[in-house]
């Protein structure tokens, strides 16, 4: 009660304990009630319902349910039709009372559905909430014995075993009902069916058959006992109690198809002999060999295996016997084998199979020097054929994750072995060593490790540095080819199958070193042989050359992602097949010039030929047919011509054609490629042009007629009984050319050209300021979307300071100073300008400027101001002759003494600083006129006349003080001048006339007012 739900005329609850229908408006059984409509005010009621109604209350009482609290209910109903309610106050089903009343009703005996049904208004939609619902099945199971042969669903059952022939009646069997088939009676399983335990023969009552018709499954809660026949078709049994141990035995041996362990807790326990045609499935729970015998049996029609072991899931308690079964052939022939057990020797396979030419084989090597089971030693030195090596002795170990080649008679073979299978995820690490080249070096003989088939696009996906395909001999079984077959787990490509059976081994290819084949139990699978592609649609072109004896298949797959020359992860190649066979060959070459099984290409836009090898050991007449024809882009013209006869065939779907061979192995076909004609475009160079052109010639001789028509069905031009035509100054677009004429060599009679819009170019240039315009540290970026381009650098001054031309990609040039720059970029189609300031806003400059060119002593003393001109500064250090003196922009100085000093400064901010010196001379005042240019000096009260010659003109006169300060000045524009002193206080001063470095006066007077 998760408020303060209470029963009402609105609000009312019925949990249906059992009910015969799903339908609760219409369904009899019983149910536990707070239902005012049924009894009085909130009383708790068992109630039986008759066709979706309250029949009768077998059991009410008075209950208070507390608001915000949890109760648990539980309700009996024994073997005896008594009735027991029992309530938990404080949730959960620890403290149950049993209410008073015990009714009993067994009106109702058999139902196969439980619910909830809540009425309740808008205010009360979520005030009731349930959970924990259990049902338990108490007591004795209900025991059927067969009395009649038939269908089990018919009436073919008993509860009394001897009630004899024509007594049966119809069962619905569930997990709380048993068995038993007995009295000489065949019964045959016609549907799925649910029980506890099924016994197949009785000690008292008899034997009898169990058949499946087809594919039924038999679930079980309980045991599985086998004493006299059964026969499981294709059907399955199904574990899927709670029980801690569910038994799968009996006297006689069963024989299943499928066995599925589903439990959630325990195991299945195997008490006698099973043999599996189909799988054991591991889905929850252990299944437990029991040191019993366990067979995965192996014929025609399959082979048993051990499916995925899923999580939560494992089969333990010994080894098994894994069988594997080789068809007849029209002829001896070598096989690809493997062994998917653990702890097993060559003695296992040599105890089924004739052995020849080593220790221990049937036939010894002195005996019958020929030796039949090889497994592969990648490193060995020189070609492919080099790497094989005999066992020893039959008592060498027969590893599960080598391949083996082995040599087979003619007829049917079953051979077995019996060890620990192997189970989890396996990792291969594949061998390579760099020996006689690519075509050679790497390949792997590895085995499917599994008691299981797998998938090879599972396996290829989960491993790494490996090519995608997998070889394996077709001796005379698959196709009957002859050759090594193939399968490609990427474009789905090959004539193997894409499932490698257990029991088979394969080769791998690796290019470097580190590859790994990983196997996972998620790879293995019970589908049948797969064909159809599994990860990408791509356009397959398929051929195949048959001879009376052998077939040997290639693939062409068009993948834009590819290159035409060899790729080792997604490209297949030619391995054929052996010469004891004398078989053909059939396969493309790169234009690296390898022999592909499988040739990924991007497509036929970029291709013209493509050679076709051709390998026959004999003179023979061959056929030669086109297999896949998937996706092949449409107006693709391919003619493949006979290099030795000189047809020339078009090939479609549907080709097929017989030529004469020799014994022979090169080149022996040309595919050409192309459309109704050649194109040749001569395209766009610059965005928004419109100078392109199409020249189109027909593919056959003579002349034609070639009507061109524009993406709007625009007629562009028409021409007329020529062999070739060309249209020009086209914009971009699709256009498309008809030809019409009676030599046209493709059937296609149009093909269009698209002429692209070239991108539009781009550009930008980015600086990276000089730090603190420090020398050299500026960068400036130059970047485009040409293909090549040119460039100049210009400084502030527009003088050149670099220039490149043909450039591709991006440009940094360095070592530029703090200021602004020009760019100028130009390619074939574009020209740009920017404007680049490498100035740090940062910088300081720092010049010292003194007040005076020279200080003089007046009375001892002369005070100088220095000007830092550090205007970007926060921070200023002075020094007099390496003495700090404190000051900021402006620093005032006193010297007391004639001679030269060093004036230093230090500006900083935050990011940058600089510093500047300079040697500035203080003086002895001198009262000694040096007048050399003859300037008179009057004195007046408020003025002083200059009378000079032309040395005056242009001249700075200075006023100091007689602390030796700039108290005036001025410039003089003439020879004579006019010094105003009537602004200067009482006192001594020294007046010094400069024209730029000369000193033509130093006049010392006396103010007095």
């Known amino acids: ?127 009731l909430q349930f959970d924990d619902f259990t049902m338990t099945q108490c007591g004795t199971p209900a ?191 070598w096989m690809n084998l493997g062994n998917g057990l653990m702890n097993t020797t060559i003695s296992d396979w040599d105890n089924e199979i004739t052995t020849t030419g080593f220790t221990g084989a049937d036939y010894e090597y002195a005996d019958y020097p020929f030796i039949n089971v090889y497994h592969y030693d990648e490193s060995a030195s020189g070609d492919l054929d080099q790497g094989f090596t005999a066992p020893v ?105 894409e499932v490698i059976a257990s029991g088979q081994s394969f080769w791998v290819k690796v290019d470097g070193a580190g590859g790994t084949l990983n196997f996972n139990e998620a790879s293995k699978t019970q589908a049948a042989s797969l064909f159809e592609r599994q990860l990408l649609e791509l356009p397959v072109l398929g051929m195949k050359v048959t001879s009376a004896s052998s077939s040997d298949y290639c693939y062409i797959v068009l993948d834009e992602n590819m290159s035409h020359t060899f790729d080792s992860n997604r490209d297949a190649l030619h391995l054929g097949g052996n010469s004891m066979n004398q078989s053909v060959g059939l396969s493309t070459q790169s234009a690296d010039e390898m022999f592909l099984s499988v040739n990924n290409i991007p497509g036929f836009e970029e291709v013209t030929t493509i050679p076709v090898q051709f390998k026959s050991p004999v003179a023979q007449n061959m056929t030669f047919e086109i297999t896949d024809w998937d996706e092949i882009p449409e107006g693709v013209c391919l003619v493949i011509e006979d290099l030795t006869n000189g047809q020339m065939t078009v090939l479609d779907q549907d080709t097929n054609f017989e030529f004469a061979a020799e014994a022979e192995d090169g080149i022996r076909f040309l595919i050409h490629v192309s459309g109704p ?56 677009g699709n256009y498309t050319v008809v030809i019409t004429g009676e030599n046209t060599l493709c059937p296609a009679t149009s093909q269009s050209v698209y002429i692209d819009q070239p991108t539009q170019e781009t550009a930008q240039a980015s600086g990276l300021t000089a730090w603190c315009n420090e020398e050299g540290s500026g960068i400036i970026t130059i970047a485009t979307n040409a293909d090549v381009y040119n460039y100049s650098i210009l400084d502030a001054n527009n003088t050149l300071i670099l220039s490149e031309t043909l450039v591709s990609g991006e440009s940094m040039v360095a070592g530029l100073d703090g200021q602004v720059y020009s760019v100028e970029l130009n390619s074939v189609c574009s020209a740009f ?50 003495t700090a003196v404190s000051g900021t922009d402006i620093m005032q100085y006193t010297f007391e003494s004639a001679g030269v000093y060093t004036v230093a400064v230090i500006a900083e901010n935050a990011a940058c600083s600089a510093q500047h010196s300079i040697e500035f001379t203080v003086e002895e005042f001198n009262a000694v006129e040096e007048n050399e240019e003859q300037i008179t000096v009057i004195q007046m009260t408020d003025y002083l006349q200059l009378q000079g010659g032309a040395a005056m003109r242009g001249a700075m006169v200075y006023v100091y003080g007689t602390a030796g300060q700039l108290v005036k000045q001025e410039r003089i524009s003439d020879e004579n001048a006019t010094i105003y002193t009537a602004d200067l206080a009482a006192g001594s001063y020294r007046m010094v006339v400069r024209n730029g470095q000369s000193e033509l006066l130093n006049h010392a007077f006396v103010q007095g007012k």
């Open 393 to 497: 002795n039959t008592a060498e170990a027969l590893d599960h994750q080598f391949g083996y080649l082995v040599y087979l008679e003619t007829a049917a073979q079953n051979i077995d072995a019996t060890g620990d299978f192997q189970k989890g995820d396996v990792t291969l690490n594949l061998n390579f060593t760099s020996n006689n080249g690519l075509t050679d070096d790497g390949w792997n003989l590895v085995s499917n490790v599994y008691p299981s088939a797998i998938s090879w696009t599972d396996v290829y996906n989960a491993s790494s540095g490996i090519g995608s395909t997998y070889y394996v001999h077709d001796g005379d079984g698959f196709n009957g080819t002859r050759n090594y077959i193939f399968y490609d787990a990427v474009s789905g490509t090959g004539t193997a199958s």
């Open 677 to 732: 004609a050649q194109m040749d475009v001569s395209p766009l160079a610059c965005y928004g042009d419109d100078n392109a052109s199409i020249t189109a010639n027909a593919s056959g001789e003579g002349v034609f007629t070639y009507t061109w028509i524009d993406e709007l069905d625009n007629v562009v031009a028409i021409h007329e009984d020529v062999e070739s035509s060309t249209i020009e100054n086209l914009a971009f």
């Open 833 to 882: 300008t920017y404007t680049i300031d490498l100035a740090d806003a940062n910088a300081i400059n720092a010049a010292i400027e003194p007040n005076v060119a020279t200080g003089v002593l007046i009375n001892g003393q002369a005070t100088v101001e220095f000007d830092a001109n550090a205007s970007n500064a926060d921070n200023f250090a002075w020094t007099v002759n390496g």
């Open 1 to 127: 009660n998760n408020s303060t739900w209470a029963p009402d005329a609105n609000n009312r609850v019925w949990i249906w304990l059992v009910a015969d229908n799903g339908d609760l408006s219409i369904a009899n059984g019983y149910a536990l009630t707070f239902d005012n409509n049924i009894t009085t005010n909130g009383e708790l009621a068992l109630v039986r319902m008759d066709n979706g109604s309250a029949g009768a209350v077998l059991n009410s009482t008075n209950y208070t349910w507390t608001a915000g609290s949890t109760v648990g209910f539980e309700v009996i109903h024994t073997e005896t039709n008594t009735w027991y309610i029992k309530v938990d106050n404080d949730g959960g089903f620890d403290m149950l009372l049993t209410l008073s009343g015990c009714p009993t009703d067994n009106t109702y005996s058999t139902g196969t559905h439980m619910g909830i049904y809540f009425e309740y208004d808008a205010t009360a939609c979520d005030d």
């Open 143 to 333: 025991s059927y014995y067969s009395v009649d042969s038939g269908v089990a669903s018919g009436a073919v059952w008993n509860t009394d075993p001897s009630a004899g022939i024509g007594n049966g009646y119809e069962v619905i069997f569930n997990p709380y009902k048993e068995a038993f088939i007995t009295n000489s009676q065949t019964v045959t399983l016609d549907t799925d069916v649910s029980m506890m335990n099924l016994q197949i023969g009785h000690g008292t009552y008899g034997e009898g058959t169990l058949n499946v018709s087809a594919s039924e499954a038999i679930m079980l809660t309980g045991n599985w006992t086998n004493n006299a026949n059964f026969s499981a078709a294709t059907g399955s049994v199904i574990f899927k109690g709670t029980a801690a141990t569910q038994s799968l035995g009996g006297t006689a041996a069963s024989d299943f198809y499928n066995v599925e362990v589903n439990k959630e807790a325990g195991s299945v326990v195997q008490a006698n002999t099973v043999t599996i045609h189909g799988a054991l499935y591991p889905e929850l729970g252990t299944y437990d060999i029991n040191s019993q015998p366990f067979t995965l049996l192996s014929d025609a029609n399959g082979t048993g295996a051990i499916a995925e072991i899923k999580t939560g899931a494992d089969v333990t308690g010994g080894t098994i016997t894994l069988q594997r079964y080789i068809a007849p052939g029209s002829q001896q022939t």
